[in-house]
């Protein structure tokens, strides 16, 4: 019961699906109560068909090579965002090594400031006692002159208070 179709087993297929199919049987229901088995279908619908499977035999390397092209592109475009990434980390480690350091130095300024301050105060404060000090000699000193060669009611100033009464009764 088996029918096959000499003009499509004899025809070359690369794919080697024509030939399958003109070997394996095909059966039609519906015919009534007998079953048809025919081979294979239209030679020119097998010749589109194969013209059709040759084409996209024909396209496979090309669409395989921009598969392989668009994942090298992308295996790149990650590889330099993880260089990106790692030159990212390192940049922001280094501008913390540099905050703490430029903390460090702000600290020591300031530091370094109140100390100069407190340095200046407690010269200010000696240079002031040392002032009071100069100042409290010098009014010792002025109130030393004045109760020394201050002039008395009776006597002139140059004169001493002996020779008035000599000059007097000579």
């Known amino acids: 019961m088996e029918q096959a179709n ?3 087993a ?10 399958r199919d ?6 039609r229901f519906g015919t009534g109560n007998l079953v ?5 279908t239209d030679g020119r619908a097998q010749a589109q068909g194969r013209d059709a499977e040759l084409l996209m035999a024909e396209k496979w390397p090309g669409l395989l090579e921009r598969v392989q092209g668009a994942a090298r ?8 965002a993880q260089e990106q990434e790692l030159h990212v980390q390192e940049l922001l480690e280094q501008m913390r ?3 703490d350091a430029a903390r460090a130095r702000v600290q020591a300024a300031e530091q370094q400031t109140r100390d100069v301050h407190a340095q200046a105060t407690r010269m200010i404060q000696a240079a002031e006692e040392r002032a009071d000090a100069a100042e409290q000699m010098l ?7 004045e109760a020394e060669f201050a002039v008395r009611p009776g006597h002139q100033a140059g004169e001493t208070p002996g020779a008035r009464g000599r000059s007097s009764a000579a």
């Open 22 to 27: 003109a070997q394996e049987p095909t059966a």
């Open 97 to 99: 090594v540099d905050m």
């Open 139 to 145: 009014q010792r000193i002025a109130d030393t002159i």
């Open 36 to 40: 048809v088995l025919s081979a294979a």
């Open 6 to 8: 000499p003009s499509s």
């Open 10 to 19: 004899a025809a070359p297929d690369p794919s080697g699906t024509a030939v």
């Open 73 to 80: 592109h992308i295996r790149d475009v990650e590889d330099r």
